[in-house]
């Protein structure tokens, strides 16, 4: 059961900046634990894009950035560009649950 | 860069234990943490455990005691043992390093294993 919530699915043009929002509570993202972020598409290994709720690891472009307010998290893609269409998930922790938790999936769509 | 790739049979018998193998190539299997993770048809991603280089384990604890997670430093590979499956464990596994417990730097591309009879 995925109990951070992300909506399922956002679409923007090339060039635009689109936002993709991980909603928790206050046992994971709110207690406060760090939010991670990753993108896979289709058949691929998933991949890191952003840790520790900002930080880029290396090779991942500035495009891609993070934040943490309160009980949500965010990522935002500026410039969206065709190879960016791809699922993207939050991860967090749960001190209720005791574990690593994810987010239910975006779907990310360029027009 | 290091490269995981997971393995093991794709069809498992209700009541049988799975079981899968991860082998690390391009870098060390110490002094990281390795986790599996899943994800059942039409479901979210699911935390399974983890252990560390030195042997010590964690894992979630709404399969912890079906759940063995193993490390072979020799063969630098590591291992998941499921136990007691049903078809409620049919999903893709996927093997996963990361240098803190936080997070999930480097991931396989997942097996699908299914249970059925």
């Known amino acids: 059961q995925s109990v951070l919530t992300q909506p399922p699915s956002v679409s923007g043009a090339p060039g635009q900046r689109v936002t993709i929002s991980c909603t928790g509570s206050?046992?994971?993202?709110?207690?406060?634990?760090?939010v991670q972020w990753y993108q896979r598409l289709p058949g691929t290994a998933p991949k890191l894009l952003i840790y520790?709720?900002?930080n880029r690891p290396s090779g991942v472009p500035d495009r891609f950035s993070g934040s943490r307010s309160g009980t949500s998290a965010s990522l935002v893609i500026s410039g969206l560009r065709a190879e960016d269409e791809a699922e993207y998930f939050c991860?967090?922790?749960?001190?209720?649950?005791?574990?690593?938790?994810f987010g239910t999936g975006t779907q990310v769509t360029v027009l | 860069q290091v490269q995981l790739q997971e393995s093991g049979p794709g069809l498992v018998k209700p009541s049988e234990t799975l079981s899968l193998t991860c082998d690390v190539s391009?870098?060390?299997?110490?002094?990281?943490?390795w986790s599996w993770i899943r994800q059942p048809p039409g479901k979210g991603l699911e935390w399974i455990g983890y252990?560390?280089?030195?042997?010590?384990?964690n894992s979630n604890p709404s399969l912890k005691s079906r759940v063995t997670i193993s490390v072979d430093k020799s063969k630098t590979q590591f291992s998941l043992r499921l136990t007691s499956v049903t078809a409620a464990d049919t999903a893709v596994y996927y093997c996963?390093?990361?240098?803190?417990?936080?997070?999930?730097?480097?991931w396989g591309r997942g097996i699908l294993v299914s249970v059925s009879s």
């Open positions: 991860q967090s922790y749960d001190s209720s649950l005791r574990a690593y938790v």
């Open positions: 252990i560390y280089y030195s042997g010590s384990t």
């Open positions: 391009g870098g060390t299997i110490s002094s990281h943490y």
């Open positions: 206050g046992s994971n993202i709110g207690a406060p634990y760090d």
């Open positions: 520790g709720n900002t």
């Open positions: 996963a390093r990361g240098l803190s417990t936080a997070w999930f730097e480097s």
